[in-house]
């Protein structure tokens, strides 16, 4: 993995960590899937715009087909999940499952694309993992998760987010990155528009400007950018190495809750985060290369 790239996915995953607390806000005026909606909904529409000028070839054929299905898994289905899942519960906790997240998706990169997964990057998510449960106070007489329900209901989204990678690096060699966003985007698009449509742009009158302000950052940045970077650095690198970066998240999403939601901390946070750091830097030692 190039230094750059490395370090634009560690900035891009805290924008990424900051999606709970935003959507967290952002449920006082939408449902999930009106969230949903109009997140996806401006993000296309940025990119139906800028179309001409995105490079590459546009997908074709049976690419297009599965552009279109990985925007239904990952924009449709895998985002309502996510952010029902983070309504019903905390904004911190729902962070800290995002650990879950990278375990899954190099899994999947271990069996569907045969990726070798090295004993460093083994040892990095061992150790990250014990930065998680430190992160959550697992040792505590008041250890808690978010609960069954929206535990499960969130860490399913993970299982639609893991095709974003595993369906769409082997498109990325016949077309452009953007575009396959693009097409991704505007297919979740149209389906989500059938779903709930009509009451999302109703309530989307009543919107504040600050709930506006979150869906533009949530659209373009964690969206056009952060899902179009993420294709980029996985065209060149493996994605169980780029998956390591999203340990990122838990340490960023908990300090985003309890500054912005008022959740509160305690010391296991600081050492949790120190083990992330010291599992995500053993796990992509030897990965990075001079551009």
């Known amino acids: 993995m190039k230094i750059a790239h490395l370090v634009a996915l560690l900035v891009l995953n805290v924008c990424w960590a900051a999606t709970m607390s935003a959507n967290k806000a952002l ?103 014990v930065g998680v449960l430190l992160l959550n106070g697992a040792w505590r007489a008041d250890f808690h998760w978010t609960g069954v329900v929206p535990s499960l209901i969130f860490v399913s989204s993970f299982l639609c987010e893991t095709a974003y990678s595993i369906l769409g690096k082997p498109l990325l060699e016949r077309a452009g990155v953007a575009k396959v966003v693009a097409v991704a985007l505007l297919g979740a698009t149209a389906v989500n528009l059938l779903i709930d449509g009509s009451k999302t742009l109703a309530a989307a009158q009543a919107l504040p400007l600050r ?40 340490v960023a999403g908990v300090a985003m809750a309890a500054a912005w939601l008022g959740e509160p901390l305690h010391w296991g946070q600081l050492w949790g985060s120190l083990a992330i750091a010291a599992g995500l830097a053993y796990g992509l030692s030897r990965q990075l290369k001079r551009e």
């Not at 709930?211 to 996985?234: K, N």
């Open 27 to 129: 449920g006082a005026y939408l449902h999930p899937g009106g969230i949903t909606t109009l997140r996806f909904g401006v993000a296309a529409l940025c990119l139906l715009v800028l179309w001409p000028w995105l490079p590459g070839r546009a997908p074709r054929g049976r690419d297009f087909g599965m552009s279109v299905l990985i925007g239904l898994l990952v924009f449709v289905l895998g985002q309502r999940l996510q952010v029902w899942g983070n309504e019903l519960g905390k904004a911190g906790d729902s962070a800290v499952l995002m650990a879950l997240e990278p375990l899954l998706t190099t899994l999947a990169a271990a069996l569907f694309l045969r990726e070798h997964i090295g004993p460093r990057r083994v040892i990095g998510f061992g150790v990250g993992l």
């Open 211 to 250: 709930s506006w302000l979150l869906l533009v950052y949530l659209a373009l940045v964690c969206t056009v950018v952060g899902y179009s970077l993420w294709y980029v650095v996985i065209k060149e690198a493996p994605v169980n190495v780029v998956a390591l970066t999203i340990f990122v998240q838990p």
